[in-house]
């Protein structure tokens, strides 16, 4: 069991910067895509970033492209999301998820394990 806690979320202006992290404590890092889905009031919770277990393969949401960067560092169990030109849509408790795959995986359903989420909000 995977157990994930998520920090760095904050209240920032609009065009701003973000970097949320992801600390892992599970067997086999390695063996697992992790991902970033993000969910606000009212809405169904979507995928945001995902990357493979070596990190060579990553995918994102359409409208988070080019301003998010999903990376890991397997040395230390940690995914990150980098987070750049914030708009106020982004506003969201953003989730960690960790799932059992090789390959990168974008399905919500994929996704075993979970994060309580870190809040962020962006005002314009």
């Known amino acids: 069991q995977a157990h994930l806690v998520e920090s760095g979320g904050a209240s920032v202006q609009a065009g701003g910067s973000l970097r949320l992290s992801c600390a892992a404590s599970m067997r086999f890092f390695t063996n697992y895509c992790m991902g970033w889905f993000r969910q606000s009031p009212g809405k169904e919770r979507e995928f945001v970033a995902a990357i493979s277990w070596s990190g060579d393969s990553t995918y994102y949401l359409d409208s988070v492209k080019g301003r998010f960067t999903i990376s890991r560092d397997n040395a230390k169990d940690t995914v990150y999301l980098q987070m750049n030109s914030l708009k106020p849509e982004d506003t969201a408790i953003y989730y960690c998820?960790?799932?059992?795959?090789?390959?990168?995986?974008?399905?919500?359903?994929?996704?075993?394990?979970w994060g309580q989420g870190t809040q962020v909000n962006v005002s314009s």
């Open positions: 998820a960790a799932a059992w795959s090789t390959r990168v995986v974008v399905g919500l359903h994929e996704y075993e394990n």
